[in-house]
């Protein structure tokens, strides 16, 4: 295949930025789009050019490192697909591909493609965890859990961290990424204890970070490529009304 | 031999005596403890922030020391524990099966094909237990049973069910885990987490190891970190190999500079081959991915019985189908260790059997399973697997039945560490993948999830403790230390040359050419003559290197073919090592296969008199490395040669 590409280049954070045509040719659709990347590089680096910084490392769907925005959607066009494992069966001859970086307020552009998701750490510092120091646990069947609950915790803990749901949405909320973190650990008896203060906390530190409110359009789960369900934030409301109701209460 | 020279043995491990399953407990109360008021006042350095390194920056954290944590990758939560798909080990005979703490330690010794050290591999039996308590304890999603409790399933070639598992995905669950717990620390200022840092040099100090050299991938800015200990929990060197499981970024650098520094090298030719892996599309492949080995629970593996039958599998009938494992290997079948099937796929393709358009493949077939359990019960089972294996292939394995080919997968040796868990430079912790201390030469499914939290969780705490416990308060060392200084100047020194070549071949062409000598020489099967034309055409490569690779770019901002070039450059001279280790070792043991040692049916045939012994290599700067033999001793599981038929 033979296509052409429009790339975002940007040298730095204070770089305003620009699209840049590259064509490609002989791309074998068994190659996944960042094989294709690599390919381009190998070019420009023997052409003296600076080759595209993207971020990518595992390449099997999991680690979440890659997030490149393909034609206007967050890991392109396949559902459930991470960018790294896009492959280029999925685009024809000829066909024109824009490529850009995740973009939003809290999710500042380092170079090319390259972003900062800090703020997603600091998201889950705030609360997205069990306190559970090393050595305290009891026998882990102690505590029975029913497996719907087990199979519904995995569901949302599938998340990556990768931050498509934060491109996707208009606002850039990332109020599905902390959705899921508070609807895993909500849902299993061990999260009990912190339910309450984890909410407050990591919905404050997502609105410290720069995240965008969440308006219910749902561009967040649709772009998901592990399909965490758009419930979890109804979840993360209830608990967040309930926890604000507890705080005024006491 | 002419590589290399022979030093003295490694006369103390350190190990306790006694009886194997009271040597950790007395260990413990034997180990000197840090008074609380004091962890304070003490700072630990931890590279790498996977299952190891992340329970281990956390768990200091929590007791009290000041912590920081460096790893490569933009955050802490993307560390490659994360793709580990099939499940964790321990010892919790939740089945009533038969298991207990002495059979897991029995079958990863035997697993290990005699090579590890018995009293480390106990204790990881030991800890094994509280592992499943505390990832439970911190909300990990196991998978479960309808009354609640936990599910565990047989991974393998174990006899037993003691791997517990969240779907395809356990990795990813319990470094969650491990990653919460140590934002817990972030948040509460008792870590400090450095990510988009790569560490570039060791720095010693009267010979302890008492800080790093970093590079700020971002900025570029070249800083040195001083602290009372080192932990290196900086994972495997696969990617040695260009072709792996391995995420692109996992390197040997930490683990490299830290030998160059003096740590030994141990082991470093046990690599494990994954029987189960996406085979190769063509020249573009950038890495290989791995299809669960749990798989092989349901899966029948099989080739055509002709060479080159080039119906579609579909068209194969029963009879004209070889079921090669199921032949050669009745008792265990399928679920043979991974360096067995990966040999047995081996030497069906090079026999002219394979399958695909490369001949490098053969069938792994859900047919009968599809038929005896229905297609609803294996896509709740392996169901993301089968997606992830279309979304590659574009092919739907409900249908056909996957290709499946060996690919790089761990690396059973690593750096040389005494029972604490010390290298052999004091103060230089190594843990995780990055050590070579529990699978021997070959590791058993779902063990490394098992070893990297045991070493990170419940053991490295109790060591560190008592090594800065007995060294007492060290001297207050800071950057501007002659040796702080001298190290950070060999780092700008090398990027400054590695920027300076300008030369006309990409990192990668480099790499990839690396890779594909060390696959054909020290892949699968080794023999004299191949590591001997390997160590030459390394040593030619890299000469190469540095005369013709071509970095772009500068050393001051985010420069992804400067990263790539020191970790190639470091790969090239582990490359070296690996060779002459396998060419020294003359047997055949696990991962390890020379083919001028295999019994008459072409099995791995040890020699427990020569080689009963972990290999240390000390670095000397002239090439020719000396070998350290750790001898090893086997009081509870007595050497046999292992047989799965």
């Given at each position: 295949?033979?296509?052409?590409?429009?790339?975002?280049?940007?040298?730095?954070?204070?770089?305003?930025?620009?699209?840049?045509?590259?064509?490609?040719?002989?791309?074998s659709?068994d190659?996944?789009?960042?094989?294709?990347l690599?390919?381009?590089?190998?070019?420009l680096?023997?052409?003296?050019?600076?080759?595209i910084?993207?971020?990518?490392?595992?390449?099997?769907?999991?680690?979440g490192?890659?997030?490149?925005?393909?034609?206007?959607?967050?890991?392109?066009?396949?559902r459930?697909?991470?960018?790294?494992?896009?492959h280029?069966?999925?685009?024809?001859?000829?066909?024109?591909?824009?490529?850009?970086?995740?973009r939003a307020r809290?999710?500042?552009?380092v170079?090319?493609?390259?972003?900062?998701?800090?703020?997603?750490?600091?998201i889950?510092?705030a609360?997205?965890?069990?306190?559970?120091?090393?050595?305290?646990?009891?026998e882990?069947?102690?505590?029975?859990?029913p497996?719907?609950?087990?199979?519904?915790?995995?569901?949302?803990?599938?998340?990556i961290?990768?931050?498509?749901?934060?491109?996707?949405c208009?606002?850039?909320?990332g109020?599905l990424?902390?959705?899921?973190?508070?609807?895993?650990?909500?849902?299993?008896?061990?999260?009990?204890?912190?339910?309450?203060?984890?909410?407050i906390?990591?919905?404050?530190?997502?609105?410290?970070?720069?995240?965008?409110?969440?308006?219910?359009?749902?561009?967040?789960?649709?772009a998901?490529p592990?399909?965490i369900?758009?419930?979890?934030?109804g979840?993360?409301?209830?608990?967040?009304?309930?926890a604000?109701a507890?705080r005024?209460?006491? | 031999?002419?590589?290399?020279?022979?030093?003295?043995?490694?006369?103390?491990?350190?190990a306790?005596?006694?009886?194997?399953?009271?040597?950790?407990?007395?260990?413990?109360?034997?180990?000197?403890?840090v008074?609380p008021?004091?962890?304070?006042?003490m700072?630990v350095?931890v590279?790498?922030?996977?299952?190891?390194?992340?329970?281990?920056?956390?768990?200091?954290?929590?007791?009290?020391?000041?912590?920081?944590?460096?790893?490569?990758?933009?955050?802490p939560?993307?560390?490659?524990?994360i793709a580990?798909?099939?499940?964790?080990?321990?010892?919790?005979?939740?089945?009533?099966?038969?298991?207990?703490?002495?059979?897991?330690?029995y079958d990863?010794?035997k697993?290990?094909?005699?090579?590890?050290?018995?009293?480390?591999?106990?204790?990881?039996?030991?800890?094994?237990?509280?592992?499943?308590?505390?990832?439970?304890?911190?909300g990990?999603?196991?998978?479960?049973e309808?009354?609640?409790?936990?599910?565990?399933?047989?991974?393998?070639?174990?006899?037993?069910?003691?791997?517990?598992?969240?779907r395809?995905?356990?990795?990813?669950?319990l470094?969650?885990?491990?990653?919460?717990?140590?934002e817990?620390?972030?948040?509460?200022?008792?870590?400090?987490?450095?990510?988009?840092?790569?560490?570039?040099?060791?720095?010693l100090?009267d010979?302890r190891?008492?800080?790093?050299?970093?590079?700020d991938?971002?900025t570029g800015?070249?800083?040195t970190?001083?602290?009372?200990?080192v932990?290196?929990?900086?994972?495997?060197?696969g990617n040695?190999?260009?072709?792996?499981?391995?995420?692109?970024?996992?390197?040997?650098?930490?683990?490299?500079?830290?030998?160059?520094?003096?740590a030994?090298?141990?082991?470093?030719?046990?690599?494990?081959?994954?029987?189960?892996?996406i085979?190769?599309s063509?020249?573009?492949?950038?890495?290989?991915?791995?299809?669960?080995?749990s798989?092989?629970n349901?899966?029948?593996?099989?080739?055509?019985?002709?060479?080159?039958?080039q119906?579609?599998?579909?068209?194969?009938p029963?009879?004209?189908?070889?079921?090669?494992?199921?032949?050669?290997?009745?008792?265990?079948?399928?679920?043979?260790?991974r360096?067995?099937?990966?040999?047995a796929?081996?030497?069906?393709?090079d026999?002219?059997?394979?399958?695909?358009?490369?001949?490098?493949?053969?069938?792994?077939d859900f047919?009968?399973?599809?038929?005896r359990?229905?297609?609803?019960?294996?896509e709740?089972k392996?169901?993301?697997?089968?997606e992830?294996y279309e979304?590659?292939?574009?092919?739907?394995?409900?249908?056909?039945?996957?290709?499946?080919?060996?690919a790089?997968?761990?690396t059973?040796?690593?750096?040389?560490?005494?029972?604490?868990?010390?290298?052999?430079?004091?103060?230089?912790?190594?843990?995780?993948?990055?050590?070579?201390?529990d699978?021997?030469?070959?590791?058993?499914g779902?063990?490394?999830?098992?070893?990297?939290l045991?070493?990170?969780y419940?053991v490295?705490?109790?060591?560190?403790?008592?090594y800065l416990?007995?060294?007492?308060?060290?001297?207050?060392?800071?950057?501007?230390?002659?040796?702080?200084?001298?190290?950070r100047?060999?780092?700008?020194?090398?990027?400054?040359?590695?920027?300076?070549?300008?030369?006309?071949?990409?990192v990668?062409?480099?790499?990839?050419?690396?890779?594909?000598?060390?696959w054909e020489?020290?892949?699968?099967?080794?023999?004299?003559?191949?590591?001997?034309?390997?160590?030459?055409?390394?040593?030619?490569?890299?000469e190469?290197?540095?005369q013709r690779?071509?970095?772009?770019g500068?050393?001051?901002?985010?420069?992804?073919?400067?990263?790539?070039?020191?970790?190639?450059?470091?790969?090239?001279?582990?490359?070296e090592?690996?060779c002459?280790?396998?060419?020294?070792?003359?047997?055949?043991?696990?991962g390890?296969?020379?083919?001028e040692?295999q019994?008459?049916?072409?099995?791995?045939?040890?020699?427990?008199?020569?080689?009963?012994?972990?290999?240390?290599?000390?670095?000397?700067g002239?090439?020719?490395?000396?070998?350290?033999?750790?001898?090893?001793?086997?009081?509870?599981?007595?050497?046999t040669?292992?047989?799965?038929?």
């Open positions: 295949m033979n296509l052409t590409l429009r790339i975002w280049r940007q040298h730095g954070p204070e770089d305003k930025g620009r699209m840049v045509t590259y064509p490609v040719q002989d791309v659709p190659m996944s789009f960042l094989e294709m690599d390919v381009l590089n190998e070019r680096i023997l052409d003296g050019e600076e080759p910084a993207f971020d990518h490392d595992c390449r099997e769907g999991i680690c490192m890659c997030s490149l925005m393909i034609n206007g959607e967050a890991h392109g066009p396949q459930g697909t991470t960018a790294c494992q896009l280029m069966r999925q685009f024809s001859d000829g066909d024109t591909i824009d490529i850009e970086p995740w809290a999710f500042p552009v170079k090319d493609l390259v972003v900062n998701r800090n703020a997603f750490d600091q889950i510092a609360g997205g965890y069990v306190t559970a120091p090393t050595g305290s646990a009891p882990a069947h102690s505590v029975p859990v497996k719907a609950d087990a199979d519904a915790a995995f569901e949302s803990a599938a998340c961290g990768c931050g498509a749901c934060v491109a996707a208009p606002n850039g909320s109020m990424f902390t959705a899921a973190k508070i609807t895993q650990l909500s849902l299993l008896p061990q999260g009990q204890p912190e339910r309450y203060t984890r909410v906390g990591m919905v404050d530190a997502h609105d410290e970070a720069g995240f965008g409110g969440c308006t219910n359009i749902g561009e967040c789960a649709s998901c592990k399909g369900p758009l419930n979890t934030i979840r993360l409301n209830r608990d967040y009304l309930k604000t507890k005024a209460g006491s | 031999m002419d590589l290399y020279t022979e030093g003295d043995p490694i006369a103390d491990t350190r306790p005596d006694g009886p194997v399953e009271t040597r950790w407990e007395r260990h413990r109360f034997e180990m000197k403890l008074n008021a004091n962890r304070r006042k700072t350095i590279v790498g922030t996977g299952l190891a390194g992340g329970s281990a920056a956390a768990t200091l954290a929590e007791q009290g020391y000041q912590v920081r944590s460096y790893c490569y990758q933009d955050s939560r993307r560390a490659h524990s580990a798909q099939g499940g964790i080990n321990a010892a919790k005979n939740y089945r009533n099966d038969g298991d207990s703490v002495h059979r897991l330690f990863t010794v697993g290990g094909d005699f090579r590890s050290r018995e009293s480390n591999v106990h204790r990881l039996a030991e800890v094994s237990v509280n592992i499943i308590d505390q990832c439970v304890a911190q990990v999603p196991f998978a479960r309808y009354g609640g409790l936990l599910d565990t399933r047989s991974f393998g070639g174990a006899q037993v069910q003691r791997t517990f598992y969240a395809g995905q356990t990795g990813q669950q470094l969650l885990g491990a990653y919460q717990a140590l817990r620390q972030i948040g509460l200022g008792n870590v400090e987490m450095n990510a988009r840092h790569e560490m570039l040099e060791l720095v100090v010979g190891a008492r800080g790093i050299v970093v590079r991938m971002v800015e070249i800083s970190e001083m602290a009372d200990a932990v290196l929990a900086s994972g495997g060197y040695v190999f260009y072709l792996s499981t391995n995420a692109k970024g996992c390197n040997v650098t930490a683990s490299w500079r830290a030998h160059r520094k003096g030994y090298f141990a082991n470093p030719c046990y690599t494990q081959i994954h029987p189960t892996c085979p190769v063509g020249d573009h492949q950038s890495k290989l991915t791995l299809m669960s080995e798989l092989r349901d899966g029948r593996v099989w080739v055509p019985k002709a060479k080159g039958d119906r579609s599998p579909r068209e194969i029963e009879d004209e189908r070889d079921y090669y494992l199921e032949r050669i290997y009745p008792s265990f079948g399928n679920l043979v260790p360096d067995i099937a990966s040999r796929a081996k030497n069906v393709c026999s002219g059997r394979g399958v695909g358009p490369t001949g490098l493949g053969v069938y792994l047919a009968d399973a599809i038929n359990l229905g297609r609803k019960a294996i709740a392996y169901g993301n697997l089968f992830m979304r590659i292939t574009g092919e739907d394995p409900y249908e056909v039945p996957m290709r499946i080919y060996p790089v997968h761990y059973m040796g690593g750096l040389w560490v005494d029972y604490d868990l010390q290298s052999s430079i004091p103060g230089l912790f190594v843990i995780g993948e990055a050590n070579f201390s699978h021997g030469a070959n590791r058993l779902a063990s490394a999830l098992m070893q990297g045991a070493d990170g419940f490295l705490p109790n060591t560190l403790a008592n416990a007995s060294s007492g308060p060290l001297d207050k060392v800071d950057a501007s230390h002659p040796e702080a200084v001298a190290a100047t060999e780092v700008e020194d090398r990027i400054k040359r590695l920027l300076a070549i300008n030369g006309d071949r990409t990668d062409s480099f790499h990839r050419e690396l890779g594909q000598i060390m020489h020290c892949g699968m099967e080794r023999s004299e003559a191949g590591l001997r034309k390997a160590i030459d055409e390394i040593r030619a490569l890299r190469q290197f540095w690779v071509r970095v772009p500068d050393g001051e901002g985010l420069n992804q073919s400067l990263e790539k070039a020191g970790r190639v450059a470091d790969f090239f001279e582990l490359a090592l690996m002459i280790d396998a060419l020294h070792r003359e047997e055949s043991c696990g390890h296969f020379r083919a040692h019994t008459p049916d072409g099995e791995a045939q040890r020699d427990d008199d020569r080689f009963a012994y972990v290999a240390a290599w000390e670095y000397t002239t090439g020719e490395p000396v070998l350290h033999k750790e001898d090893l001793t086997f009081e509870y599981v007595h050497p040669q292992r047989s799965y038929k």
